[in-house]
């Protein structure tokens, strides 16, 4: 891939790629200081998305990037033009959470980790949360790929480009989410685009995940329904059928 310029006009040559999803790839830096890496979208940004990540990188400060690959300098295929991507923290050593809280990943991923472990894990997720919230702004997909752990028990978040941003006085929506994450209010939409999330949407799918963890994996609104034909998750939840607890 050619080099890239970022938001200072610097020229930014990529290295070895390091990952890559549905929406774009990631890149090491081997100009930049260890721990930065370079994400560059598959397809062209658009114009409302090229000025939420402009939005995150002027936003950008330390305690953002201490628990999430934040955007830190957008990135342009020209000095001043269009933008192509972003450079964001490395996520080195840490493991999804999801290998945390399933039993057998855990036996690979993290063999000698004990309660106290995960206590200490929910507590730094919850922790993380509550930095995106004090910026103003909410996670909206709450999802089990979201959160990463380090060895130490320290998370970071990833996909921060998702996230619903405040800046300006304008508001730069998330217009995704995972139905077995979404609070019982917002399950009757098949669409989040126009949607505006609240920190306490986001509330809910943090008390999930931790239920996760407490509980290797088992989600709450996955009991043996008595009823009549079938009960898949995001409709217990709809309904409020949690039963763990009651007489």
């Known amino acids: 891939m050619s080099d890239l310029f970022d938001s200072q006009g610097g020229q930014i040559s990529l290295g070895k790629k390091v990952g890559s999803g549905g929406e774009g790839a990631v890149y090491e830096v081997p100009s930049l200081e260890h721990g930065i890496v370079a994400k560059v979208y598959h397809e062209h940004v658009s114009h409302e998305k090229q ?61 000698e980790k004990d309660w106290t472990f995960l206590i200490n894990a929910a507590r730094n997720t919850a922790a993380a949360f509550t930095v995106i919230h004090s910026h ?67 509330n809910f799918g943090l008390a999930l995940l931790i239920f996760h963890l407490l509980l290797m994996g088992r989600h709450p609104f996955s009991g043996v329904f008595r009823g009549k034909g079938d009960m898949p998750i995001e409709k217990a939840i709809a309904e409020l059928r949690y039963e763990i607890g009651r007489a």
Not at 52 to 67: W, Y
């Open 51 to 111: 000025a939420k990540l402009r939005a995150m990188a002027g936003g950008c400060d330390e305690s953002l990037r201490s628990i999430a690959a934040w955007p830190l300098r957008t990135l342009h295929a020209d000095r001043g033009g269009p933008i192509r991507g972003f450079l964001m923290p490395k996520m080195a050593g840490h493991e999804p959470i999801h290998h945390l809280y399933g039993p057998s990943h855990r036996k690979q991923s993290f063999p």
């Open 136 to 202: 103003g702004h909410v996670i909206g997909d709450v999802n089990p790929n979201l959160v990463f752990v380090a060895p130490n028990s320290f998370v970071k978040l990833i996909d921060c480009d998702s996230f619903q941003i405040v800046a300006g006085g304008k508001n730069f929506l998330c217009e995704v989410g995972v139905p077995h994450f979404t609070p019982p209010e917002l399950q009757k939409y098949t669409s989040f685009k126009g949607i505006r999330r609240t920190p306490n949407h986001d």
